[in-house]
T-cell receptor, first 114, second 113 residues
Framework: DAGVIQSPRHEVTEMGQEVTLRCKPI?????LFWYRQTMMRGLELLIY????????DSGMPEDRFSAKMPNASFSTLKIQPSEPRDSAVYFC????????????FGPGTRLTVL | AQSVTQLGSHVSVSEGALVLLRCNYS??????LFWYVQYPNQGLQLLLK??????LVKGINGFEAEFKKSETSFHLTKPSAHMSDAAEYFC???????????FGQGTELSVKP
């Protein structure tokens, strides 16, 4: 199994630019989570999907952030416009509800906004 | 609301010594509890989890944790530290299986030779 795949692994962009982070969950998993990790706030959930439907987006910081899951094998997290305070490591995780429910994490995308 | 407190942002032990990483939680419902490990520049890997049943849970790499409801604790232990255990460890709680995880702030474990 390839595990959760995230791309890009590193992204450096300038303030004001649009950033799109991508995630491919483990095949057969039906829940997908986006987390953000910073020194100040630690690991925090941004949004999660069950069967491609957003269930809880209360952690999305503001309207500049949006997430989509058009099908079971792909999700995106978009920031537009980006700001320096968005610099963080963004993790995607997936799980199969009702079958152990362990969340498997991807390697993360390290985002730097200059 | 659920929350997790990890006591000690940094713990240092000698190789071969006992590892004890502390985690306390608050939850209004029976919790599901997890320990994850993060090696530098990598994602999180599950060490062990408690859902129901036996309160002493064994995980990978010789780690174990005990759920103590009366103390609202889920401390992580390993009898003998190895250099390869140096990493950051996160305790997390969820109110249901497959639901969102609430993480503690993490504890960085250093192992001295």
């Amino acid at each position: 199994d390839a595990g959760v795949i995230q791309s890009p692994r590193h992204e450096v962009t300038e303030m004001g630019q649009e950033v799109t982070l991508r995630c491919k969950p483990i095949s057969g998993h039906n829940s997908l989570f986006w987390y953000r990790q910073t020194m100040m706030r630690g690991l925090e959930l941004l949004i999660y999907f069950n069967n491609n439907v957003p269930i809880d987006d209360s952690g999305m910081p503001e309207d500049r952030f949006s997430a989509k899951m058009p099908n079971a094998s792909f999700s995106t997290l978009k920031i537009q416009p980006s700001e320096p305070r968005d610099s963080a490591v963004y993790f995607c995780a997936s799980t199969k509800r009702g079958a152990g429910d362990t969340q498997y994490f991807g390697p993360g995308t390290r985002l730097t906004v200059l | 609301a659920q929350s997790v407190t990890q006591l000690g942002s940094h713990v240092s032990v000698s190789e071969g010594a006992l590892v004890l990483l502390r985690c306390n939680y608050s939850s209004s419902v029976p919790p599901y509890l997890f320990w994850y490990v993060q090696y530098p520049n990598q994602g999180l890997q599950l060490l062990l989890k408690y859902t129901t049943g036996a309160t002493l849970v064994k995980g990978i790499n010789g780690f174990e944790a005990e759920f103590k409801k009366s103390e609202t604790s889920f401390h992580l232990t390993k009898p003998s530290a190895h250099m390869s255990d140096a990493a950051e460890y996160f305790c997390a709680v969820s109110k249901n299986q497959g639901g969102k995880l609430i993480f503690g702030q993490g504890t960085e474990l250093s192992v001295k030779p």
